[in-house]
């Protein structure tokens, strides 16, 4: 069941939420929506489930247009950011309700039910109502509703973002399997890059209610096809400077680039990784301070006549010997990406 | 735990209970014992005859029937009024919203005074009316608007802070997995409200025992037709007709207590299933 959207568009008064949004998710995928938060990724997500009405543009499911289809024919699986269980139902009648209202016979509702809470782990659980749940159980419970009739495609609004960070890691791997398992088209939506990159066949960057870039998670990672994505994917170190001979200098650091003329202005984006630091007496930055976060030391330098740069190095980096708040230190720059200057 | 220095300055944390606590016998324990006592000196049977007089019983039926009539109508009300408000937007929705409380602030009488511009003999459409032999002042039906006006906001607000706070997401499930309308309505949001609804039915039936100013007025309070409890229990104050005063005012009490009582459980359960 693929989908394909073309020239989505949606504003709330004089807010324009989606702008021209062209997206296509294979049979089969299991694409992330990734973005900051108010970017627009909820209203694309709502709009392909029919829940938002677009103002122009078109969406397809399997090759058939679904624009004018009510919600409740495009048997699509929505899973809320809040689960939104039904409150006053058990889990067995909450995870039973698609069936119920599609008047499914009542033997073969049972039995997809208790298949649904088996996959989900949610056996024990069934006459236990949605505030006698954890987290992640509500999660499973509300993923298992979308599940059980069995719809053509999954779509998931942050279905992490309620959880606390090891459960989320955890829910995150769990889903990738289960969809391994089951074959079925999603998308879900989140602002969480290690997420999108490390569960997605594909993510699609939404911002300003723009798509910004899509593909596989190394193309994106790799290679950003705009200042923006440069800048948002991973942490980026940012400097205005000027080509001479394949070189652009940030005070005294040359930075190699290419495709670029001589005299052009250019804009650098370097991420924290993309970067060596070593003592040098002479060096042309000094480093500020050292941020120990965990299995990493962040180190805060500025170099002269530039201005501040940031670099991530693993815990025990030999990069790091002698590197101490105050000395004066030499970069290598081992990748940059260049943009023409706006 | 408190600091020395700072406590010795304060006031003692008791004293502002014993504060609350004065104020509360002044204006609730200490009727609510008079009331008492006095039932007790004046005795059970006359108390049984006060009750049991025609003009008590019509007066109590009267005062019941209204309150049931309240009860059903502000359901079906409430209900209309928490989907349109809470689930619809339109222009003018945060307007109807306030309008909905106005019935809180008004004076009864005046309103009952109103109504009498509309209803009454040379009212809008008393005259109109009364070609088709209805008489709304001075009548039941009087007593119907008198009740529903003071009762209009008790339902309605219930079912709409309710339904605002829960949010759409529910419903949008329910249509999402292939519910139509009608069945989202039915298996999702009715029960959603259904606490919302049994606090207003409490409040709104306490309301309605209660009413004096507007059905005085509306009603005329005309021995054998249109007396309620309450305005019985003054004509009854008035003549000196102590056990029929004293034994009304111990049956609406009662009846009040038994409703507060309901909202309160009703409220803690509400809120735990949450």
């Known amino acids: 069941m693929g989908i394909v959207v073309e020239h989505l568009s949606k504003r709330f008064g004089d807010f324009v939420a989606v702008d021209d949004v062209s997206l296509r998710v294979e049979r089969g995928q299991l694409a992330a929506m990734l973005g900051p938060s108010g970017g627009g990724k909820s209203t694309i997500l709502r709009m392909i489930a029919g829940l938002e009405k677009a103002d122009s543009g078109t969406v397809e499911l399997g090759g058939a247009r679904v624009d004018h289809m009510h919600t409740r024919d495009r048997q699509v699986g929505f899973v809320f950011q809040h689960y939104a269980l039904f409150r006053h139902m058990t889990v067995e009648k909450n995870v039973g309700f698609g069936l119920s209202v599609r008047k ?11 298949e649904m809470l088996k996959l989900m782990n949610l056996t024990g659980f069934e006459k236990r109502y949605p505030d006698q749940l954890s987290g992640g159980q509500r999660q499973r419970v509300a993923l298992a509703r979308a599940l059980a009739p069995r719809p053509r495609l999954l779509l998931l609004d942050e279905p992490f973002g309620a959880v606390d960070a090891k459960v989320r890691e955890e829910l995150g791997r769990w889903l990738r399997n289960l969809h391994d398992e089951l074959d079925v088209t999603s998308i879900f939506v989140t602002h969480d890059q290690e997420e999108a990159f490390s569960l997605a066949d594909k993510v699609m960057v939404i911002a300003k209610g723009r798509l910004e870039q899509s593909g596989q998670p190394v193309d994106i990672l ?10 948002f994917v991973g942490d980026a170190n940012v400097f205005d400077s000027v080509v001479q001979d394949g070189v652009a200098l940030v005070g005294r650091v040359a930075v190699p ?32 301070r050292m941020l120990y976060l965990g299995d990493r030391v962040k180190v805060d330098a500025s170099i002269e006549g530039a201005g501040p740069i940031f670099a991530q190095f693993p815990r025990r980096s030999s990069l790091l010997r002698g590197i101490e708040p ?15 200057k706006p | 735990m408190p600091n020395p220095a700072a406590s010795s300055k304060r006031p ?30 004046e005795g059970a049977l006359s108390l049984w005859q006060g009750i049991t007089e025609p003009e008590s019983l019509l007066a109590l039926r009267n005062s019941f029937l209204l309150a049931a009539i309240a009860v059903v109508l502000n359901v079906l009300f409430g209900i209309a009024a928490g989907l349109v408000i809470a689930r619809q937007r339109f222009w003018g929705r945060a307007l109807l919203d306030g309008l909905i409380e106005v019935p809180l602030a008004l004076s009864p009488v005046m309103v009952g005074l109103a109504f009498i511009l509309i209803f009454g003999r040379t009212g809008w459409l008393g005259p109109w009316l009364s070609q088709f032999g209805v008489r709304v002042i001075f009548s039941f039906p009087g007593l119907i608007i008198a009740t529903l006006f003071v009762t209009v906001p008790f339902t309605a607000r219930e079912v709409i802070h309710v339904l605002s706070e829960i949010g759409e997401e529910e419903e949008m499930a329910a249509t999402t997995l292939g519910a ?64 029929a005063a004293l034994g009304l005012s111990l049956v609406l009490g009662l009846c009040s207590v038994v409703l507060l009582l309901l909202v309160e459980k009703l409220r803690a ?3 735990e299933r949450r």
């Open chain 1, 257 to 288: 680039v290419r495709d670029f003329e001589n005299g052009s202005a250019v804009r650098l984006v370097i991420r924290s990784y993309d970067l060596k630091f070593f003592k040098q007496e002479d060096g042309p930055a000094i480093v500020h």
């Open chain 2, 180 to 243: 139509s309308r009608w069945q989202t309505f039915w298996h999702v949001t009715l029960p959603n409200m259904r606490g919302a609804l049994s606090c207003g039915i409490s409040l709104t039936a306490a309301r309605a025992l209660g009413e004096f100013g507007a059905v005085l007025i509306m009603g005329g309070a005309i021995t054998g037709s249109t007396h309620t409890a309450t305005t019985w229990i003054f004509t009854a104050v008035d003549e000196r007709n102590n056990g």
């Open chain 1, 222 to 231: 790799d290679q950003p096809a705009t200042e923006f994505m440069a800048r």
């Open chain 2, 12 to 41: 003692p944390p008791w004293a502002l209970r014993i504060l609350v606590l004065t104020y509360l016998t002044i204006f609730l324990f200490a009727p609510l014992l008079a009331l008492g006592v006095e039932s007790f000196r």
């Open chain 1, 104 to 114: 499914v016979p009542e033997d073969e509702k049972r039995a997809r039910v208790n």
């Open chain 1, 326 to 340: 105050g000395c004066r230190i030499g970069i290598e720059v081992t990748l940059a990406r260049a943009f023409a």
């Open chain 2, 269 to 271: 359960r509400a809120h």
